[in-house]
């Protein structure tokens, strides 16, 4: 599998974002995808997720820190996901990284990562 993210970017604080991961190879393994993110001199974390996709569900879960202000969601046809991030603040800057699972193959699977940095 393989994960391309795209959309980061520069944008002041109260504004939004669309960040996309395309998945290619074999995305019909893909059990969850998730948004994850690090900040520098910071570990990286969990930002929101999709589980039960090979199940034909999309039960999706957020940060504390992003409920109410991001959306995730899943296009099928396109095996894209994508980040909705709006009311953007500052402390939303870091490298967001796209995440794939596959039970099938017990791995994960990781994007290149794309910026994201809000200005205050």
């Known amino acids: 599998v393989q994960l391309v993210e795209s959309g980061g970017g520069l944008v002041q604080a109260g504004g939004s974002l669309r960040l996309s991961c395309a998945a290619s190879g074999r995305t019909f393994s893909i059990n969850a995808m998730g948004w994850y993110r690090q900040a520098p001199g910071k570990q990286r974390v969990l930002v929101a997720a999709i589980t039960g996709i090979t199940s034909g569900g999309g039960s999706t879960n957020y940060a504390d820190s992003v409920k109410g202000r991001f959306t995730i969601s899943r296009d099928n046809a396109k095996n894209t996901m994508y980040l909705q991030m709006n009311s953007l603040k500052p402390e939303d800057t870091a490298v967001y990284y796209c995440?794939?699972?596959?039970?099938?193959?017990?791995?994960?699977?990781w994007g290149q990562g794309t910026q994201v940095t809000v200005s205050s």
């Open positions: 995440n794939a699972y596959s039970s099938s193959y017990n791995r994960k699977y």
